[in-house]
C-alpha cells in the first residue's frame, strides 16, 4: 500500500511564499504522474498542477506563473513552490499520485490503485 504524505502548509500573508512537499512511501517501483489539489470550504476539488515521471508540467490557469511544480523521482517525492500568494489560494491542499507500480513479494511489479495525501491547510490572510 503506498501512502502520501504532505507537508509545509500554513498561514502567510498575501503575496508572501510557502512551499508544500509530499513524499510517497511502500514498495514503489515507479509512479507515473504526481500533482497537487486544493480545495476550498464550500467548492470542489480542483487540479492546480502536475508532472510526470519525464518532467513534464501541467497547470491551472489561476496559479500559471505563481506556482512551481517538481519531483525528485528517487525519493518520490513531490515539491509545490507557491509564491505571490492571494486569499482566494486559502484551501486544503492535497498530493496525489497515478499510475503507481510497487514491487511485490516475488519480486514482480504490479500496477497498483492511486493515492491521496491526507491534506495540508494552506492560509492566505493578513
Known amino acids: 500500500q503506498v501512502q502520501l504524505v504532505e507537508s509545509g502548509g500554513g498561514l502567510v500573508q498575501p503575496g508572501g511564499s510557502l512551499r508544500l512537499s509530499c513524499a510517497a512511501s511502500?514498495?514503489?517501483?515507479?509512479?507515473?504522474?504526481m500533482g497537487w489539489y486544493r480545495q476550498a470550504p464550500g467548492k470542489q476539488r480542483e487540479l492546480i498542477a502536475d508532472?510526470?515521471?519525464?518532467?513534464?508540467?501541467n497547470y491551472a490557469g489561476s496559479v500559471k506563473g505563481r506556482f512551481t511544480i517538481s519531483r525528485e523521482n528517487a525519493k518520490n517525492t513531490v515539491y509545490l513552490q507557491m509564491n505571490s500568494l492571494k486569499p482566494e489560494d486559502t484551501a486544503v491542499y492535497h498530493c496525489?499520485?497515478?499510475?503507481?507500480?510497487?514491487?511485490?513479494?516475488?519480486?514482480?511489479?504490479?500496477?497498483?490503485?492511486?493515492?491521496w495525501g491526507q491534506g495540508t491547510l494552506v492560509t492566505v490572510s493578513s
Open positions: 496525489n499520485a497515478e499510475g503507481i507500480k510497487v514491487v511485490v513479494g516475488d519480486g514482480s511489479v504490479w500496477n497498483t490503485l492511486d493515492a
Open positions: 511502500g514498495s514503489i517501483f515507479s509512479i507515473d504522474t
Open positions: 508532472i510526470s515521471s519525464g518532467g513534464t508540467t
